[in-house]
Structures are given as C-alpha cells and as structure tokens.
C-alpha cells in the first residue's frame, strides 16, 4: 500500500544482498576479504552519498504526487503505482543486486548503478505522461537494488574493527535522516516550481549527485568481491521474487484497488511461495551449491536475532511516518511543507543519537538497543496523551516532545541494529548477509505503512484524527515493547 496525498512514509531505506560459497558460516569476527585495500574516509562518503539518494527518492516523491496527477492527468490508481512501481522493484531485486556485486565486483556494481539510477532519475523528470513515469521509477527502483547493496558489502569487507562500527553506525543514521530530509525538501521543491520544472525537480535533483558519486567511486572506492565466484541461483531468485511481490503488491496495491480478489489470492499465496523457498534453498545448500539465502547464515545468532529486532522495528518506523503525515495534512490541514518541519525535531533527536551511538555502544553494549525501546515508547505514549487530551488543539509545537523522544529512541535502535546483523557475518558473505537485512528492511517498511496506514484511514472518519491516531500509536508501542523484549536476547557486547 502506498499513499496518495499525504508527506510520505518513511522508508529510511537501505540495503545489500549477495552470495557465499561456503556452506558453514564462521562465527569468529572477520576481517576485511584478502587483497581488499582499506576503505578511507572519502570511500565512505562516497558509498553513503550513494546511500542516501534511492533511500531519498523511496518516499520523497509523495508530496509531489498531487501536482504530478494535476500535470499528467494520472488518476489515482496510476498515482499508486508511480509510488508502489519504485518500492517493489526497490524490494525484490535487493538481493540479487547484492549477489552480482559480491561475484563481479563491489565498485563496479556500485559506479553501474549510480549511473543507471542518474540515467533513471532523468528519464522520471523528463516523463511525457503518467504510464512513462510509472515505467521510470520502475527503472529507477531496479537501479537502486542494484546500487544499494554495493554500499552495505563494501563497508563490511573494505572495514573492520572500530571502524566498521562507526561506518556502520553512520550509515544507520544516513537511512533516518533521509526520511525527514525528503519530506522537507519534496515540499519545497515542488514549491519553489525551480525554472518551472515543478514536480519534476525531485527527480531532476538526483542527476548530478548520482554522477559526481560515480566519478567519486572511481577514484575513492576500493574494489572488493567475494573470494569465490557463484552461480546465480535462478529457482531461489524466482521464488524470493514471487514471494515479496506476493506480499508487497496487495499490500502496496490492494486499498486503492478496493481489495479486489486478486490482492486476497496473491497474500493467500505468500506463505507457500515463502515455504517453497525455504525448502529450496536448504535443498540447494545441502547439495553443496551456493543458494541465494544460505540458511546456514541464517543460524548465525546475532544476524537472526537482529532480523527479528529489524521487523517490529522497520515496520513502526514506516507506519508511524505515514500515520503522522497523513495526520498532520489531512486532519490538521497543514501543507507539505509545514508537515514536513513538524517533524524536524524527530530528525535532530535521531541524529543527535546517532552521533553519539558510537560511543554508547563501546560501553553500554546492546543495552543501548534497549533504552532505545524505552525511549522511543515514552515518544509515542506522549504523542499520544498529547493529541487525546486536545485533539482540536494538536499541533506541530505540542507534537515536538513526543516527537523529539520518539526520535530519540529510534535512533539508539536503528543505528547499532546494522552493527548487530552483520557483526559476525565473514567479508566473503557480506554481500548476501547486507541483501538480506536490506529486504527485511524494505519490506518491513511496506508492511508497517500497509497495516498502520491502512487502519488509520480506516477508523478516521468514524473515530476522528485524534483517537485514530493514538489507536495507531497504542498498536507500534506493542512493536516497541518487542523490540525491548527481543534485546534483552543480544549478546551484551556489540562487534
């Protein structure tokens, strides 16, 4: 499911995939892959400026998506899928992307697909109607499965030790900030109508950023690969992608659609699809091959229980950005732009905890998780006392302390969770442990924008705004409750 007129969901988004050889995963820290130079400091703004582009462009063309029905004359259900087209081929391909980066080169992947996703981003800006534009971001999406893998990989097998943790701690916060960052600056580009280009400027904007990351890369970042080169698993790749799009297009799709039979179907056919996966893949590994998703890396504790913090956590995420932004516009009536500010306190608190994750974590280990969970439930259980004790007088000032909190937490959770999933994944699987996170993230964002999203609309025009949303907050405090729960399970030190 995706939104129409409402600042969007967040997806912080970030991602990687790709392939082992082995069939047993090391349990021991590992260092860089042999023969892989150092990543120094402008390899790591350059991977992360690669980052933050397609994590940028998930959810920053929402606030234009009325201005683009006026110009192109989209009608909702195109409207739907301009948004949903980027999202799903975003999710399915992540870790296919991931795999062809570990077998034929990290940079080289990454410099193919920045310039895929510059190419992409201009054909977008450049679309002479609605169906083009939908067939671009398509495009666009596929390029940044293509590009994001490359980013998580090379941090993980171009670092190690301290330094892996603070590149990873800031990636972490590159994916939150992006989410505020694209509602503020989407609503000011489309306001600013720069050389009259409108809504094509959100687009537009990614050109020049996506180039100068490629010829970065070229000088900046050190080639790395896994050691040994694999197949691409065709039966595993299928079934993975039939199963997301199970999932992700009746979700994504199936409200503006009026949840036709098809949308019930295709969720139907998720779990079997999903199953069937499974089995293949053990089956594949038992044999000796090199599956898409080994489940071998799958019984390597701090990536399994870090995936099971990533779900709860991802999905509150998305569903509570979409939530407060359909709020903040369609109950309180504000604009793109004001709606956009309202949540510039949830920024800095998440970027002032993330700064300082780092050093929290060296001491506090995953108890840093943990408060965290704390904190970003005081946000949501203040956001919520707030507007039901005057839901007519909520506004973006007496949001900001819930807001701020809420920020807070989520950025003491986010910015370790990566370090936590990959701490013990070997260089040489970096590529596939990084696509698999990215997945679970991408999809969990869906499915928290689907279900909040979707009961929020529902029981705001019976229930009104306020208890509406406190409903919708009530139900992601359960999934921060989760998260502290699940914490309490990680290892005390975080590698």
Request: include cysteine; proline fraction near 6%.
């Amino acid at each position: 499911m995706t939104q129409r007129l409402a600042v969007a969901p967040a997806p912080p988004s970030t991602a990687r995939t790709a392939a082992p050889r082995t069939t047993t995963p090391s349990t021991a820290p590992q260092a860089a892959a042999p023969h892989t130079p150092a990543l120094g400091t402008a390899g790591l703004v350059t991977v992360l400026l690669g980052a933050f582009l397609p994590m940028l462009d998930f959810f920053i063309v929402n606030v234009a998506l009325p201005t683009i029905d006026q110009d192109l004359a989209a009608g909702p259900a195109v409207l739907e899928l301009v948004a949903a087209g980027y999202g799903i081929a975003f999710a399915v391909l992540l870790v296919l992307g991931g795999r062809l980066g570990d077998t034929f080169g990290r940079r080289r992947l990454f410099v193919a697909g920045a310039t895929a996703f510059a190419v992409t981003s201009l054909a977008c800006g450049l679309a002479p109607d609605a169906w083009s534009l939908v067939a671009a971001r398509a495009a666009q999406g596929a390029s940044a499965a293509l590009l994001i893998p490359q980013v998580l990989g090379t941090i993980t097998a171009a670092t190690d030790g301290a330094r892996r943790g603070r590149a990873l701690s800031v990636y972490g916060a590159v994916g939150g900030i992006s989410v505020v960052i694209g509602q503020v600056l989407g609503g000011m580009l489309v306001a600013a109508d720069l050389f009259g280009t409108g809504w094509r400027s959100v687009f537009l904007l990614n050109v020049p950023f996506a180039l100068l990351a490629v010829l970065l890369a070229v000088r900046y970042v050190p080639e790395s690969r896994a050691t040994r080169a694999a197949a691409v698993d065709v039966p595993g790749t299928v079934l993975l992608t039939a199963s997301l799009l199970s999932l992700l297009v009746p979700l994504m799709e199936g409200r503006a659609a009026g949840w036709p039979l098809w949308s019930w179907v295709l969720l139907a056919l998720f779990p079997v699809i999903a199953t069937a996966f499974a089995l293949v893949e053990r089956r594949a590994e038992r044999r000796g091959a090199t599956p898409l998703v080994p489940p071998s890396l799958l019984r390597i504790p701090e990536m399994r229980r870090g995936l099971g913090i990533a779900l709860p956590y991802f999905a509150g995420f998305g569903g509570f950005m979409f939530v407060i932004a359909v709020a903040l516009q369609q109950g309180l009536r504000l604009g793109v732009v004001a709606a956009g500010w309202a949540l510039v306190p949830m920024a800095v608190g998440y970027f002032t905890a993330s700064l300082s994750g780092p050093r929290l974590i060296g001491r506090w280990g995953s108890r840093v998780l943990s408060a965290g969970a704390v904190v970003q439930a005081l946000g949501l259980i203040t956001i919520a006392l707030t507007v039901l004790a005057d839901a007519d007088h909520f506004s973006p000032l007496r949001m900001a302390p819930g807001v701020a909190l809420a920020g807070i937490g989520q950025g003491l959770i986010g910015t370790p969770l990566f370090r936590v999933v990959l701490a013990k994944v070997p260089a040489a699987r970096a590529g596939v442990g990084s696509g698999v996170l990215a997945t679970g993230q991408q999809s969990s964002l869906a499915l928290g924008v689907a279900t909040l999203g979707t009961l929020y609309l529902s029981l705001s025009p019976s229930l009104g705004m306020g208890r509406a949303l406190a409903l919708c907050l009530g139900v992601q405090l359960l999934g921060s409750f989760t998260v502290l729960y699940l914490t309490t399970r990680l290892p005390r030190s975080i590698g």
